[in-house]
């Protein structure tokens, strides 16, 4: 069974720009769910999709957005990019309370 | 607010030795889950071992397993017969059932595992 794909694993941006982070949740997962880790916040919920509806969000900006896809696919967007953004971008999915299966996330780099 | 609380930012045990990390959490809640998820090098995240509030009886997988005390709100994990496959950060975490999957994690316990 195919696990909690991420992509892409490595991303170097620029202030000021934009990007998108995919994530393919195992089949039959309906809850997609996206966390921000950096060494100094720790681990951050940012949102919560379960078949296409947001259903939770975190405490982070409007530049952080998400969406779900029919499939359950999700992207998670960041827009006008800021240094302190730099983290690990970890997708997790999940059949329910039975906890989560993570990626191995998208390692997001702003210079 | 909810809160989860690890006390030891490092550890480090000898193969084959026993180790136990510390967890303790904040909610007014009552209906909750609790997890602890291991990070390697590799960075994926993994889940050890989960325990549902509503049960006392503490949940055990093969080497790893918890001491629950709900009144205390405590959530210790301990590994038996540490292996250097172990070495790795140490995530408790809890998710409140009403709220949805949203986890709320520890800042984490970096276990090292020496030969």
């Known amino acids: 069974k195919a696990g909690v794909t991420q992509t892409p694993r490595y991303l170097i941006k620029t202030r000021g720009q934009q990007v998108t982070l995919s994530c393919s949740p195992i089949s039959g997962h309906r809850s997609v769910s996206w966390y921000q880790q950096t060494p100094g916040q720790g681990l951050q919920f940012l949102f919560e999709y379960f078949s296409e509806t947001q259903r939770n969000k975190g405490n982070f900006p409007g530049r952080f957005s998400g969406r779900q896809f029919s499939n359950s696919r999700s992207e998670m967007n960041v827009s006008t990019l800021e240094l302190g953004d730099s983290a690990l971008y970890l997708c997790?999915?999940?059949?329910?309370?039975?906890?989560?299966?993570f990626g191995s996330g998208t390692r997001l780099t702003v210079v | 607010a909810q809160t989860v609380t690890q006390s030891q930012p490092e550890m480090s045990v000898q193969e084959a030795e026993t180790v136990t990390l510390s967890c303790t959490y904040d909610?007014?809640?009552?209906?909750?889950?609790l997890f602890w998820y291991k990070q390697p090098p590799s960075r994926q995240m993994i889940l050890v071992i989960r325990q549902e509030a509503y049960k006392q009886q503490n949940a055990t997988e093969n080497r790893f397993s918890v001491n629950f005390q709900k009144a205390a709100k405590s959530f210790s994990l301990k590994i038996s017969d540490s292996q250097l496959g172990d070495t790795a950060m140490y995530f408790c975490?809890?998710?409140?059932?009403?709220?949805?999957?949203?986890?709320?994690f520890g800042a984490g316990t970096i276990l090292r595992v020496k030969s």
């Open positions: 975490a809890f998710m409140i059932k009403e709220y949805g999957n949203k986890l709320v």
């Open positions: 997790a999915s999940s059949l329910g309370a039975q906890g989560y299966t």
């Open positions: 909610t007014s809640e009552n209906n909750y889950y």
